[in-house]
């Protein structure tokens, strides 16, 4: 990897917006549909599996790039020399935390796709069940506290590398839009925290116990 270090940052950075970025905020507004109530949610999932070639778009447009990142984030995180204790300023606390977020992130995704969308693709679960799954989860106090832990580290993670981005890519150049973006990011970290607790709340409803009746439309 130390051999293309600048082509792999690029890509690494470019793919934690497009698509790994895209796909957090998707699946941040999917389940914030379970604030509507189960039927709302499971209308949201059976909408995206019935996109077409919904299977090719979840391995090249999501997993792929997403093992990628994760995988060199994993290599960044495990050689990059954090001097926080010598150099203790703003940005460098938070470039500490973007790696451990990243690596937060990591074991908790790769949790969290074992729990849900493997046990779909195995035939263990059905997809209008996945709010059941949830329900299971969160009811649990030791796996709510994983979750909100997740959930938490996977905001910081994305805005924070937002942060980053936007520097990397010479979009925020001068100290002042760097200041501007780092307000921005750190207020869309609130409410994306904010939206994935409430969605975890959500879940916790009694009605995710049973499926629900849907629509027909």
Known sequence: MGKNSYFNRKLHSLLGVIPVGFFL?????TNFEATKGPAAFVDQINWLNSLPLVLLLEIFGIWIPLLYH????????FTARNNVSQYG???NQMFLWQRITGVLTFLFVAWHFF???FQVAIGNVEHERLGQTMHDIVTNPVLLTVYVIGVLAASFHFTNGMWS???SWGITVGPRAQRISSIIWMVLF????????????AF??????????????
Do not use: C, K, W
């Open 165 to 167: 981005f936007l520097v």
């Open 25 to 29: 905020i998707e699946h941040l507004l």
């Open 89 to 91: 300023y703003f940005r």
């Open 190 to 201: 609130v409410a994306m925290a904010a939206m994935f607790i409430a969605s975890l709340v």
């Open 115 to 117: 729990e849900t969308r």
């Open 70 to 77: 994760a995988v060199y984030g994993l290599y960044v995180a």
């Open 204 to 217: 916790m409803d009694p009605q995710f116990q049973e499926l629900p009746v849907l629509s027909e439309n």
